[in-house]
C-alpha cells in the first residue's frame, strides 16, 4: 500500500532562518506531487505540483522554493522566512493515471510558526 | 476558471442529529470529478470520496450520502446520526481532466455536541 510521509511535524523558526521540509512517498511509482499551505482558519492554497523528477510548477508567487530530486521526494524550502510563511504544510501525492483524476492523498502536515 | 464554495464557515450540531454540507462548484469544462476531504483536529486531510462528472447516482456509506446535482452545480454532502467523532472541517474540491490542480473550497467547521 502507499503511505506518504512528512516532517517534521512541528516547527518554530525565527525570521530570516532557513527552511526544509521533507516529503516521501513509498509504494507507488512517478506520482504527481503537491505541497498545500493552510493559513489559520482558511482553506487550502497550492503552492507547488511536481509531475516529474525536476519539474515543479509554482502556483503562488512566494519566499518559498520546491525541489524534486528523487521520484518519491519533494522539497519545500526558503532562504529567509518571513512571518506571513507561518502556517500548516501539507504534502499530498495522486496517482498519475493519464485519463482520469485520481484523489490525492495527504501526509499528516508540518505546523511551522516562525517568530 | 475553477472554483469551489462552501458558503457555510461552521455548523454546530447536536449528537444524532442530520447535518448537511454544502458544496457549489464553477467550471466549464464538461469532465471534472469533485472530491470530499475531512480533515480532523490531527490535520492530515482524509480523502472520502471522488465522483466524475458524468455519475450523477447518489452515493451512500453509513452515515455519510452525498448528492451531486449538476443542474444547480452542487455536490453536498449530508451525515445522518451525527456522532462526535465527525467533529472537523470538511473540504469540498474540484479537479478538471488533464489539469493537475485540485481546487478546494475554504472548508467548513462541524462541530458535534455530546
Known amino acids: 500500500s502507499q503511505t506518504i510521509h512528512q516532517w517534521p511535524a512541528t516547527l518554530v523558526q525565527p525570521v530570516g532562518s532557513p527552511l526544509s521540509l521533507e516529503c516521501t512517498v513509498e509504494g507507488t511509482s512517478n506520482p504527481n506531487l503537491y505541497w498545500y499551505r493552510q493559513a489559520a482558519g482558511r482553506g487550502l492554497q497550492l503552492l507547488f505540483y511536481s509531475v516529474g523528477i525536476g519539474q515543479i510548477s509554482s502556483e503562488v508567487p512566494q519566499n518559498l522554493s520546491a525541489s524534486r530530486p528523487q521520484d518519491r521526494q519533494f522539497i519545500l524550502s526558503s532562504k529567509k522566512l518571513l512571518l506571513s510563511d507561518s502556517g500548516f504544510y501539507l504534502c499530498a501525492w495522486r496517482a498519475n493515471w493519464e485519463g482520469t483524476n485520481t484523489e490525492a492523498f495527504f501526509g499528516q502536515g508540518t505546523r511551522l510558526t516562525v517568530v | 476558471a475553477q472554483k469551489v464554495t462552501q458558503a457555510q464557515t461552521e455548523i454546530s450540531v447536536v449528537e444524532k442529529e442530520d447535518v448537511t454540507l454544502d458544496c457549489v462548484y464553477e467550471t466549464r469544462d464538461t469532465t471534472y470529478y469533485l472530491f470530499w476531504y475531512k480533515q480532523p483536529p490531527s490535520g492530515e486531510l482524509v480523502f472520502l470520496i471522488r465522483r466524475n462528472s458524468f455519475d450523477e447516482q447518489n452515493e451512500i456509506s453509513g452515515r455519510y450520502s452525498w448528492n451531486f446535482q449538476k443542474s444547480t452545480s452542487s455536490f453536498n454532502f449530508t451525515i445522518t446520526a451525527s456522532q462526535v467523532v465527525d467533529s472537523a472541517v470538511y473540504f469540498c474540491?474540484?479537479?478538471?481532466?488533464?489539469?493537475?490542480?485540485?481546487?478546494f473550497g475554504t472548508g467548513t467547521r462541524l462541530t458535534v455536541i455530546p
Open positions: 474540491a474540484l479537479s478538471v481532466s488533464g489539469a493537475n490542480n485540485l481546487f
